[in-house]
């Protein structure tokens, strides 16, 4: 009888290395087949390329049903790139910063000569309202934005009591540079600053514009007369935007008592945009 001989017992480190040099391999071949999983590494290599595909379709289902919304970049863009509405925006968005760059040269009217800066627009207008105003003051021309002075920061407050954030209103005036003194804008520099005026209300197609003061409502919309008997009363930018006069915020700071009948003009253009008042059911 042949005794059994006894197979020499492996050293411990020897047996890590021979571990190690095996998942290195393991890890190359995946990396290679762009799978993960031992699976990948069992199937046949004819078979690599087509379980990486299946393990790549497989996340994708999953993070799908997850609702995480990964999934490939491409997808997105392509979704993007057809969506119509998307591009409109994009491209009215470039438009609008080429033109803020072309007012910031422009000589065509004399108040070229006395300003500090010009002064565009703020907001995006995503909301669908536009405030309009008369011309920019002292703060204003410094600063290069409309309505940043008091006047300003009661404008804000009254679009924050509309249900508005700040920067989803675009703000503008009928003249992009300060008339000296603060006067109200000579016909001819209203005129020579109406095509920029009108451009950028084509570009935002607003669904409404709310005409701040007597000067505003006439440049919009060519009606004379005291913004007191004015207020209040719908009336249209070219035949279909609507447009509601009421008083300039500025007034307001003067005339506190007319913010009611202001807050009346608000309201009517928060239900315009089918919106409720903030705190009212």
Known sequence: MTAAVAEPELDPREELTTLVAALRVHAELCRE???TGL???RAPPENRSKTSEQSVAADARESSAAGTGVGPRTDVSASRANDPGEQDREASARRLEMLRVE???CTRCRLSETRTQTVFARGTGSSGLCFVGEGPGADEDAQGFPFVGKAGQLLDRMIEAMGFARDEVYVANIVKCRPPNNRKPEPDEVAACRPYLVEQLEL???KAIVALGATALEGLCGISGGITRLRGTWRLYRGTVAVMPTFHPAY???TPSAKKEVWLDLQ???RHLGRSIPGRK
């Open 33 to 35: 087949s762009g799978a």
């Open 39 to 41: 699976e990948a590494y």
């Open 103 to 105: 007012v910031s040269t």
């Open 204 to 206: 935002l197609k607003p």
């Open 252 to 254: 307001l700071l003067r």
């Open 268 to 270: 009517e253009v928060v």
